[in-house]
């Protein structure tokens, strides 16, 4: 074995070895940071488990149950050993954080310093802690569990969020991707497949974890036809990076691709490393995320690709071998500690001992012999004959005793390794070594999770001991020693065949044809292309090494009940913990996965899959070829929430004249997609203050005695026309439509097929094949569809034109309305000319507007409908008009206090899936002649009609609270002591309804309400006792007499005045 | 889950564009003697798709028992066309050109 040039470039600091050429830190550019405000330093290129490991740092926290101190175990995150608090956020994971300068990182769940946790007592009581013993023994008397819970959560779980904190500049970013061929893994399998497919012209996306690609190749220095394995790794990136996609002669693969021929153009790779794959859905979407680095606009950014083809090379991580205390910190992967010295330049320890059972981890040894750290001993679990006799060969020549069918029984030390037993699988063997480090695992499990997400059937096979995939999903392809292959050269074999593979399916749907697919001679001549090159991988691949047999080891020998030997290591399962859960019926995977919590932290399914499926299967006395997995779940890795959540983009829209408003100190609020005036004036951070309640009541009193202005530009607006435009508002609208006469407001509402009212709005007829109308603004959004659904198997000739945003929309209501309007238009809009309902078309100031004469607030008042760029001018010639009467803005509060005086509704505050258009008096409005136009929800009418114990909507005078005149904007009622909205309705002691709305009305001189009752309550003149919770547990009860709306002009004298 | 559909005027695009709007039942049933039964049938009753029967009766409506279903699909985030599509709610795959009924 020879070691790779370029070692011994600069020098090491103090406790670091000599950089290699493999090393990723760089040793000029010190990062200082503090570690539980210890001052420390680190490089350029560690991740936060390196530094801190090069610091002297052992321990990294606590466990969450036993409070076990735990150390560095893996370096990809496969447990949550290393999750930290990093700059206050916590559970950041320091396997995969890089160190950055400043950086103050904590350890978690512990009290004080993790080298002295002030729970640690709690590991001697381990046995009150059976698996599922949070399920069975906290919950009696279950009134006392809220208690227990508390002191559980202080004791035992991971990272505390300061809901408070906000640790700097937090931006998240996300990307939507598309490719032909997306590749899951960046190492020599994944490489070769992306090389492999844009050979063939086809996009190609691949995704590494790691910062950097090569996979298990990057920091190897053992030769591999005649040049260093990192060197092969660092070759293929070059070629992907570069985009050059010929064969170079050296390499053993088939010549030049012939489609590269027909595919001139340099081939398409987009690389994405620091970037986990999250989980592979259904037509192939990967989703991920990268983690931003230096000079990342980005702390991490979401990723989604939708491919054609995925190639999964998620290569291999280490099975951990279950022994007793196989969690003391010193208890490593033997990548871990080879990582740590080739890509970190970290001496992992000082007498190394390794327990393994696979040809990489006795070929770690011997590299970390050679970097000089001592290696007292390797066992290998598989018996003699069984590994590289190359590797038994070199440890021999090194002089370190090799010891085949041996592995760890125990690890020695209290809080950290300082020695361990080995013992031999057969026999009585057993021997007693001293160490500071014991590299222990039980060969590999595969990185199935990208797979299993896709929906890939899994089995166990004997010959590999791994879970390898039997089915896989369409246009899935598995590569590299995922598929338990070991030799480099057949692994860059298995993914070349899997990159064709995955550009013959993506031609191959290309020649398919279809409508959607750029069909055509060229792609079936690629695609004839791909599957030559494919055969051609095929047979290449097949003439080297397969799959290489697999250790079937389940725990160390001499296992006894009462070890601790973790399973899980997030959530302290033990191997006994394992068969306490099978004697009590627990005995397949998935069960005891929830019941004793293995495998549900954050490593989910990495550290405790294969080796729970095993063990289970085992204590069953099922063979091992019947051991099933439990379900990856996705995330694989964990992305934050923030990324989740996205960037967070407030987008709203803006009514025409919202800078006009804005202006006047209007108080926006968000309704819908709009922002809209909510009142005018008065202290926007304390929506109940005096002021607000002051200025409201102006704004209400202004339009009841004077004139006022709202801009009710959100107000849905459509055009409508057609041969068949009668026949849809006739499906559609619950009244008869074809009595729209031109130059008259049609009012009418929306039902669903249950019968519930969905929508009110004015309908105007412009002739006979046109017209126009209006929807709420919260409805305007679905309109068209509502349309089209209700007549999509009808083939009816109609067009509709969602005109919302063309025109803003300003009402103009008060007794002085009319004398304002005069004064800008010269058309006749006298009340004989214009009357009540009526719609016209007037100029205001040259411009046309479309004016209807509604009475939603129960005043006079014109709904003017302006082109939105005229909205302003509009608006100023009112105002100016009305100065002299002193016009002023209204706000939605003010509409809403006024429309409800009126008894007007409004749609889901006064009716509710439960009542129907009848039950809320508006059944007035249904055409119950018509059976020719299948009205939607006409025979839900007709079916409810005089059905016994329906809710109906009634008005209420409220007895008390008439004291209160403080009618509250946003908050919803009169004030403290009196009923808001959503205060029961009782009768006799039992509930028969609820309050829908109630206000304070300056105008009347006292409360009025609207409510939803019981039918048989529903009756005038009767008393019901109004209950308002204040604040927990105090009632106000208050009596109310049902009357019927309208409160406020019954006779509806001001709306046609 | 995720998946695509293809819409009759733009073509194959993500499952998040579309908004579902149930089995195809056929068109609303005649009003004309229409009995509160029988409209809350058609209204409320959906068939399993490769499951059992729904309960007595379904089967008059002429609803064939198969693993397939065909349902509509509102194309609301692109051009707003409502299709009708051939599924296989087990895996969630269109059948192919059966994509472009308008």
């Given at each position: 074995m020879t070691v790779g040039r370029g070692e011994g470039v600069g020098g090491a600091p103090t406790g670091r070895l000599t950089p290699g050429p493999a090393c990723r830190v760089d040793f000029s550019r010190p990062l200082a940071f503090r570690f539980l405000g210890r001052p420390m330093t680190g490089f350029a290129g560690d991740t936060v488990a390196s530094a801190l490991y090069a610091n002297g740092v052992r321990i990294f926290g606590r466990s969450l149950k036993y409070h076990r101190p735990r150390g560095l175990y893996s370096l990809d995150g496969e447990s949550s050993n290393a999750l930290m608090e990093i700059d206050g956020v916590p559970n950041e994971c320091a396997e995969t954080t890089a160190l950055r300068v400043g950086m103050s990182i904590r350890a978690q769940n512990v009290r004080g310093d993790p080298r002295t946790?002030?729970?640690?007592?709690?590991d001697a009581f381990d046995r009150l802690m059976p698996a599922g013993f949070y399920y069975r023994l906290f919950h009696r008397p279950y009134r006392l569990w809220p208690l227990f819970q508390k002191g559980l959560r202080r004791m035992a779980g991971t990272g505390v969020l300061d809901p408070v904190a906000r640790p700097g500049p937090d931006v998240r970013a996300e990307r939507y991707l598309n490719a032909d061929v997306a590749v899951v893994g960046g190492g020599q399998a994944g490489m070769a497949a992306a090389l492999a497919a844009a050979e063939s012209g086809l996009r190609v996306c691949l995704f590494e974890r790691r910062g950097w690609l090569g996979g298990h190749l990057a920091w190897r220095v053992r030769e591999y036809e005649g040049e260093p394995q990192y060197e092969r790794a660092e070759g293929l990136a070059r070629r992907l990076s570069a985009g050059e996609t010929a064969a170079p002669a050296t390499h053993p693969a088939p010549a030049m691709h012939p489609a590269r021929a027909t595919h001139p153009a340099p081939a398409i790779v987009k690389v994405f490393t620091n970037s986990p794959v999250t989980g592979v859905w259904g037509e192939n979407l990967v989703t991920g995320f990268t983690v931003g680095g230096e000079g990342d606009p980005f702390r991490e950014c979401h990723l989604e690709c939708r491919a054609k083809a995925v190639v999964v090379a998620a290569g291999c991580m280490e099975r951990p071998l279950v022994f007793?205390?196989?969690?003391?910190?010193?208890?490593?992967q033997a990548g871990t500690a080879w990582r740590l010295a080739r890509t970190y330049g970290v001496k992992p320890g000082n007498a190394v001992v390794f327990s393994v059972a696979d040809d990489l981890s006795l070929e770690a040894a011997v590299d970390l012999a050679d970097l000089g750290v001592p290696v007292q001993a390797v066992a290998d679990a598989r018996e003699a004959g069984h590994q590289d006799p190359a590797l038994g060969a070199a440890l021999e020549e090194r002089g370190i005793p090799f010891l085949p069918g041996w592995a760890a029984s125990r690890a020695l030390g209290r809080k950290r390794v300082t020695g361990c037993e080995l013992r031999t699988l057969r026999g009585a063997g057993s021997r007693r070594l001293r160490c500071d480090l014991l590299v222990a695992n039980a060969g590999w499990q595969p990185g199935i999770g990208a797979l299993a997400t896709a929906g890939a059937r899994l089995a166990y096979c004997t010959h590999t001991h791994t879970f390898q995939p039997v089915q896989l999903p369409r246009g899935v392809f598995a590569a590299g020693s995922l598929t338990g292959l070991r030799d480099p050269r057949s692994i860059e074999a298995s993914g070349r065949l899997a990159g064709c593979r995955a550009a013959e399916w993506c031609l191959g749907e290309a020649a398919r044809g279809g409508r959607w697919n750029r069909g055509g001679a060229e792609s079936r001549g690629a695609a004839t292309v791909a599957a030559r090159a494919t055969e051609a991988a095929e047979r290449n691949a097949e003439s080297l090494p397969g799959p290489e047999p697999g250790c079937d080891i389940l725990h160390g020998p001499g296992i006894r009940r009462g070890a601790k030997a973790f399973v899980d290591l997030d959530e302290d399962g033990t191997w006994k913990n394992v068969v306490e859960s099978a004697a009590q019926g627990f005995d397949v995977p998935e069960l005891a996965k929830r019941f004793g919590g293995f495998g549900l932290g954050p490593g989910q399914y990495r550290v405790t899959g294969q080796n729970l499926a095993m063990i289970m299967a085992d204590l069953r006395g099922d063979p091992l070829e019947n051991a099933s997995p439990t379900t990856v779940r996705p995330p694989l890795v964990a992305p934050s929430l923030a990324t989740l959540a996205g960037p967070g983009h407030d987008v709203h829209k803006r009514t025409p004249l919202h800078g006009e408003l804005a202006s006047r100190g209007a108080v926006f609020r968000r309704a819908g997609p709009w922002l809209r005036?909510?009142?005018?004036?008065?202290?926007p951070r304390h929506g109940a203050s005096e002021a607000t309640a002051h200025r409201l009541r102006e704004e209400i009193l202004n339009v009841r005695r004077n004139v006022g202005l709202l801009d009710s530009s959100p107000l849905g607006k459509f055009r409508i026309f057609g041969p068949d435009a009668l026949n849809a508002l006739q499906r559609v609208y619950?009244?008869?439509?074809?009595r729209a006469r031109p130059g008259r407001c049609l009012y009418s509402a929306l039902c669903n097929d249950m019968a519930h009212v969905l929508d009110d709005g004015a309908i105007v007829m412009d002739n006979g094949r046109e017209y126009y109308f209006t929807t709420s603004s919260a409805r305007a959004g679905s309109t068209m569809e509502w349309f089209r659904y209700h007549t999509r198997h009808d083939g009816w000739d109609f067009h509709l034109v969602n005109v919302t945003d063309v025109f803003g929309s300003i009402n103009l209501a008060g007794p002085n309305a009319r004398r304002v309007l005069e004064r800008v238009?010269?058309?006749?809009?006298?009340n004989e000319a214009f009357p009540y309902m009526g719609c016209r078309w007037i100029t205001v100031g040259d411009v046309e507007v479309r004016c209807l004469r509604l009475g939603f607030v129960g005043e006079l008042s014109y709904e003017l409908h302006v082109p939105s760029s005229y909205c302003q001018f509009v608006w100023d010639l009112l105002v100016a008009a009305g100065a002299d009467f002193g016009i002023q803005p209204f706000g939605l509060e003010a509409q809403y206090c006024l429309r409800a005086e009126k008894g007007h509704i409004i749609v889901g505050a006064e009716s509710e899936a439960r009542v129907t258009l009848t039950d809320i008096g508006m059944g007035w409005l249904w055409d119950r002649e018509d059976t020719v136009s299948k009205k939607v929800g006409a025979p839900a009418l007709r079916a409810c009609e005089g059905q016994p114990g329906r809710l109906k909507l009634v008005g209420l005078r409220v007895r008390q609270g008439a004291g209160s005149s403080r009618a509250e904007p946003g908050a919803s009622g009169a004030g403290p002591g009196s009923p808001r909205d959503g205060a029961l309705v009782l009768d006799r002691g039992e509930i028969v309804g609820h309050v829908c709305t109630t206000r304070y009305s300056d105008t009347l001189g006292w409360q009025y309400g609207m409510a939803l009752v019981r039918e048989e309550v529903a009756v005038k003149g009767g008393r019901v006792v109004l209950q308002e919770e204040d604040a927990p547990g105090t009632k106000v009860i208050c009596m109310a007499t049902i009357v019927s709306p309208p409160f406020y002009d019954p006779g509806g004298e001001r709306l046609r005045a | 889950m995720t998946f695509r559909l293809t819409c009759p005027v733009c073509g194959k695009r993500d499952i998040c564009e579309f908004t579902f709007g149930g089995q195809e039942r056929g068109p609303r049933p005649e009003q004309e003697g229409l009995s509160a039964e029988e409209h809350f049938r058609w209204v409320q009753f959906r068939m399993i798709p490769g499951g059992a029967?729904?309960?007595?009766?379904?089967?008059q409506r002429g609803w064939r028992q198969a693993a397939l279903q065909q349902e509509w699909w509102y194309h609301g985030q692109g051009c707003g066309v409502w299709f009708r599509t051939t599924r296989d709610p087990a895996t969630n795959r269109e059948v192919e050109g059966d994509g472009g009924e308008g």
């Open positions: 946790d002030r729970f640690a007592f709690l007793n205390h196989n969690d003391r910190p010193g208890v490593m005036a909510r009142h005018f004036g008065g202290d619950i009244s008869d439509i074809s238009t010269d058309d006749d809009i006298s | 029967e729904p309960a007595q009766g379904a089967g």
